[in-house]
């Protein structure tokens, strides 16, 4: 992968955020954008010694189609043609599906997967003409195997990876590639602001998980690892790739795993 610009959402912490380090380290520029205006703004001051003139910072509600195609149109002007999209921003809850009002599902698949569009969207109208491009969406366990009490979370990731394997096979011969990033159990703030009901914690759920939890650092150098490679498909850390491998050959008896383990916790 030849150096480029990079737009990454979600960029104010986590694993947007390594993102972000990880591509300056390797000469990329990058456009970091984030709704959380003081944590984005923190997040610039981490990440500009040394590299203010590849650094963009805007920010961006993913939710709204207008705002993504301005800030993709901000990069281009700054950086030039945009090499790669990163669709990390996502929001989780923790909830029995019973206590899982309408707007908590609207708000959920605003964010996780519409946001996910919109991005997409904006991507490809540029890519395309363009010639060449790279679009990433950071997907989850969750998006292909059950988790209890996270409805809203896990029916947005599924929608993801379905849209991400349709996504790649109509761009297939456009040169933009599609990449889908299956991250495991990531040691990131996403769980200390989850939208919980009922009593339940995603931070709790996090930390009594029997799975070691993979740090933002590590996380962000598999994806763009497997970006340099041009990897379809993202799957990280090795015991993340023997789960969803196992489920994959065995649904029935993986499911029923999975599911031990988190009424255990």
């Known amino acids: 992968m030849h150096t480029t610009s990079f737009l990454v959402t979600g960029a104010a912490g986590g694993i947007g955020r390594a993102l972000c380090r990880?591509?300056?380290e390797r000469g990329h520029a990058v456009t970091a954008t984030d709704l959380d205006g003081p944590r984005l703004a923190e997040a610039q001051q981490a990440?500009?010694?040394g590299n203010?003139?590849?650094?963009?910072?805007?920010?961006?509600?993913?939710?709204?189609?207008?705002?993504?195609?301005?800030?993709?149109?901000?990069?281009?002007?700054t950086f030039g043609p945009l090499g790669g999209l990163i669709n990390n921003a996502g929001i989780?809850?923790?909830?029995?599906?019973?206590?899982?009002?309408?707007?908590?599902?609207?708000?959920?698949?605003?964010?996780n997967l519409l946001g996910v569009v919109h991005g997409c969207r904006a991507a490809v109208e540029v890519m395309v003409p363009q010639g060449h491009g790279h679009i990433v969406n950071v997907a989850s366990t969750a998006g292909i195997a059950p988790v209890l009490n996270a409805a809203p979370y896990v029916?947005?990731?599924?929608a993801v990876v379905g849209l991400t394997n349709t996504l790649r096979e109509e761009l297939r011969g456009a040169n933009v590639h599609v990449h889908l990033a299956v991250p495991g159990l990531i040691d990131?703030?996403?769980?200390?602001?989850?939208?919980?009901?009922?009593?339940?914690?995603?931070?709790?759920?996090?930390?009594?998980?029997?799975?070691?939890?993979?740090?933002?650092?590590?996380?962000?150098?598999?994806?763009?690892r497997g970006i340099e490679r041009n990897r379809s498909q993202i799957?990280?850390?090795?015991?993340?790739?023997?789960?969803?491998?196992?489920?994959?050959?065995?649904?029935?008896?993986?499911?029923?795993?999975?599911?031990?383990?988190?009424r255990g916790h």
């Open 188 to 224: 990131t703030g996403i769980f200390d602001r989850s939208l919980d009901r009922g009593g339940l914690s995603s931070r709790a759920m996090a930390e009594h998980a029997p799975i070691a939890k993979l740090s933002p650092a590590r996380a962000a150098a598999a994806i763009i």
């Open 47 to 49: 990440l500009a010694a």
């Open 92 to 111: 989780m809850s923790s909830a029995p599906f019973a206590e899982v009002d309408t707007a908590l599902w609207q708000r959920v698949i605003d964010v």
């Open 52 to 77: 203010r003139s590849r650094l963009l910072v805007s920010a961006l509600d993913v939710t709204d189609l207008a705002q993504f195609r301005r800030v993709v149109a901000e990069a281009i002007a």
């Open 235 to 262: 799957t990280f850390p090795l015991v993340n790739r023997v789960l969803v491998g196992a489920y994959r050959w065995f649904p029935r008896l993986t499911t029923r795993a999975i599911i031990t383990s988190q």
């Open 22 to 24: 990880g591509l300056l």
């Open 155 to 158: 029916a947005t990731k599924h």
